[in-house]
């Protein structure tokens, strides 16, 4: 398996059209592994502190329409 040094190395010979190409793929695989997270946090209920937060702001008046 190549190092990352070589991998960025390889990366800067690459097209234009070929490093758009990787960014775009590199963008859709890391989008994904966030949702995959959000998704993972908010099944564990590492996220409900957000939604007492949210219910705080609202009985307080503070919650502002979208």
Known sequence: M???EE???SIETLSR???ARLREWFYERDWA???REIE???KSG???FLIK???VEKADGRL???
């Open 2 to 4: 190549p190092t990352v």
């Open 7 to 9: 991998i960025l190395s």
């Open 17 to 19: 059209e070929d490093f």
């Open 33 to 35: 592994r966030w949702d």
């Open 40 to 42: 993972e946090n908010s």
């Open 46 to 48: 590492k996220l409900d």
């Open 53 to 55: 937060e949210a219910l």
């Open 64 to 66: 502002k329409e979208l």
